[in-house]
C-alpha cells in the first residue's frame, strides 16, 4: 500500500538556520503531496502542497519540490525562527481520492 | 466561523466504558474523517464519510464506529474502551469539488486516556 517515510526527529536548529526535512513516499498512483503542521497543542494545518512531478510548493518561507524520479518531497527553509518550532508531517493522497497517508512527523525545535 | 469543533478536550476513561467522541463543522464539506495520532506512529485514518449518510472504515476501525446524519456532525464511538485506545484524536473535514484535492481542515483534537 501507499506510504510515507520521514526522518526522525527532533531536529534541533539555531534561528536563521536553514531547514531539510526529509520526505520519501511510495505509490502505485500519482499521488498529490503535501506537508502539514501542527503546533503545540493545535490540530494540523495545510503548509504546502504540490499535485504533479515538478511541482513546487511554497508557504511562509517554505517549500517542497514534486520529484517524481526520487519519489521525494523534501521540506526545506532558508533561515528558520523560533516560532517555526513544531511538528511537521509529510502525506499523501491518491489522486481522486480524500484519504491522506501521513509520515510519522518530525519534530523541530529552533532556538534563539 | 469556528470551523471544526471537537468535543470534550479531554477525557480520562476506564477500561470497558462507552464513549462518543464529538465533532461538529460549520463549513458545510461533505466529507468528514476521523484520525488518531500516536507517538512514532503519526496520524492513522479510523473512519470516514465522504457525504452525509455514508461512512467507510479507514486503516485502523476496529473498536470504533461512526455514524454521519447529517452534514455538520460526525461522531466516534469507542463501544467499550481497551488501553490501546489511548490516544489523540483529530476530527477533519473536506470539501468535495471539482478540484483535484480539497484540503483537509482539522479540530484541535480530544486527548483520550484509558485506564
Known amino acids: 500500500g501507499d506510504s510515507v517515510t520521514q526522518m526522525e526527529g527532533p531536529v534541533t536548529l539555531s534561528e536563521e538556520a536553514f531547514l531539510t526535512i526529509n520526505c520519501t513516499y511510495t505509490?502505485?498512483?500519482?499521488?498529490?503531496l503535501f506537508w502539514y503542521v501542527q503546533y503545540p497543542g493545535e490540530g494540523l494545518q495545510l503548509l504546502l502542497k504540490?499535485?504533479?512531478?515538478?511541482d513546487k510548493g511554497s508557504n511562509k518561507g517554505f517549500e517542497a519540490t514534486y520529484r517524481k524520479e526520487t519519489t521525494s518531497f523534501h521540506l526545506e527553509k532558508g533561515s528558520v525562527q523560533v516560532s517555526d518550532s513544531a511538528v511537521y508531517f509529510c502525506a499523501l493522497s491518491d489522486r481522486g481520492f480524500q484519504k491522506l497517508v501521513f509520515g510519522t512527523g518530525t519534530r523541530l525545535l529552533v532556538s534563539p | 466561523i469556528a470551523g471544526i469543533t471537537q468535543a470534550p478536550t479531554s477525557q480520562i476513561l476506564a477500561a470497558g466504558r462507552r464513549m462518543t467522541l464529538r465533532c461538529t463543522q460549520d463549513m458545510r464539506h461533505n466529507a468528514m474523517y476521523w484520525y488518531r495520532q500516536d507517538l512514532g506512529l503519526g496520524l492513522r485514518l479510523i473512519h470516514y464519510s465522504n457525504t452525509a449518510g455514508t461512512t467507510g472504515k479507514g486503516e485502523v476501525p476496529d473498536g470504533y464506529s461512526v455514524s454521519r446524519a447529517n452534514t455538520d456532525d460526525f461522531p466516534l464511538t469507542l463501544a467499550s474502551a481497551v488501553p490501546s485506545q489511548t490516544s489523540v484524536y483529530f476530527c477533519a473535514s473536506s470539501g468535495t469539488g471539482t478540484s483535484s484535492y480539497n484540503e483537509q481542515f482539522f479540530g484541535p483534537g480530544t486527548r483520550l486516556t484509558v485506564l
Open positions: 505509490a502505485t498512483g500519482y499521488p498529490s
Open positions: 504540490a499535485t504533479k512531478a515538478d
